[in-house]
């Protein structure tokens, strides 16, 4: 079958903000499965077309949210008739913003990260809704072989508060309430490390717990917890964590379970009540943490990397091409 030609719209964001590589390497990824081109800035789209000397099957344009932080502003979209979808990231995100993208510009697809949140709060675009979940890069998330020196890790953004010196950026308090129950939980615990969020747009700098340090981090622990937050989203965490044999102890949601997430199988479920009573328990029984982390790697590496994940969205636009 000849290769789709993709026409991706989207900033070179990996470079900005490398916080958010895991999101630009899924997109490299499609690269595998079709001709891709890429357009990083603002622009109408028909002189895009034009000067690129490219006619894409299709036009793929990313996250418009957050002021268009992640994506080239583009115009006349809605003027051309090649096929075109768009990505909804933070579902949260302004939904009447949205809308209105949607329609101006005639998209006919939309794929998100989200699956029943995305339905929730746009039950009217389920026959234009692919699901494109997290995915990993192997290469970065992997079982690096290091000494499992760390019994609990915690990353990531909540609300919390250090001594005197709170960190700048917090999340509203209760968006995370599992993270921040562990946080004040297991603070101060032997064996417990914690690193809190470096923000979405951090420059990038030597001492930065992204990407390859922070795959290294997470294959140093022999715990790691996540959740979804109140909005129940099935973060990358939950794909990273098992990736790098870590034992994942997690909240659920109904999309992580959907994906094959299954307790005491691949990943252990737990809440705010009894995630430290399960955290001894698998802490002090290596043969069974051992054997539930075995399988949340091998059930990442089979069903969840970028490769996998690129072959899915081609077929999504194959199958609606058709």
């Known amino acids: ?17 490398p916080k958010h590589r895991l999101k630009f390497d899924m997109l490299t990824a499609i690269e595998e499965f079709a001709e891709v081109s890429y357009w990083h800035s603002d622009g109408d789209i028909r002189q895009i077309i034009k000067e690129i000397k490219f006619n894409p099957d299709f036009i793929f344009h990313y996250d418009i949210a957050w002021g268009y932080s992640y994506s080239p502003r583009i115009t006349g979209l ?16 302004s939904p009447l913003e949205r809308i209105r993208y949607i329609a101006c510009n005639k998209i006919d697809l939309i794929f998100s990260y989200t699956k029943h949140p995305f339905l929730s709060t746009f039950p009217h675009y389920r026959s234009k809704f692919r ?33 005197n010196n709170p960190p700048k950026r917090l999340s509203p308090k209760g968006r995370y309430s599992f993270r ?13 490390v914690f690193y809190p969020h470096p923000g979405h747009k951090a420059a990038p700098r030597d001492n ?25 989203y ?13 034992l994942l102890l997690a909240k659920p949601n109904r999309d992580i379970l959907e994906l094959g997430f299954q307790d005491r199988v691949n990943f252990v479920a737990c809440n705010e009540a009894n995630f430290y009573e399960k955290a001894v328990f698998y802490l002090e029984n290596d043969n069974i943490r051992n054997r539930i982390t075995e399988n949340g790697f091998e059930f990442i590496h089979k069903r969840h990397t970028n490769s996998i994940r690129a072959r899915q969205f081609v077929k999504y636009i194959q199958s609606y091409l058709a």
């Open 1 to 17: 079958m000849k290769k789709l030609k993709i026409l991706i719209l989207v900033k070179r964001f990996a470079d900005l903000y």
């Open 78 to 93: 809605g003027d051309i008739s090649i096929p075109k979808g768009c990505l909804v990231g933070d579902v949260h995100f």
């Open 131 to 163: 699901w494109f979940p997290f995915s990993v890069n192997p290469d970065i998330y992997k079982d690096w072989g290091l000494t499992k020196t760390i019994d609990f890790l915690l990353m990531g953004q909540f609300y919390y508060a250090d001594g």
């Open 180 to 192: 921040e129950a562990v946080y004040n939980t297991l603070r101060g615990r032997q064996g417990f």
């Open 208 to 232: 930065l717990v992204v990407e390859e340090t922070y795959a290294q981090q997470l294959n140093r622990s022999k715990m790691f917890f996540t959740c979804g937050g109140e909005f129940k």
């Open 234 to 246: 099935p973060v990358a965490k939950f794909f990273e964590a098992p990736a790098c044999k870590t």
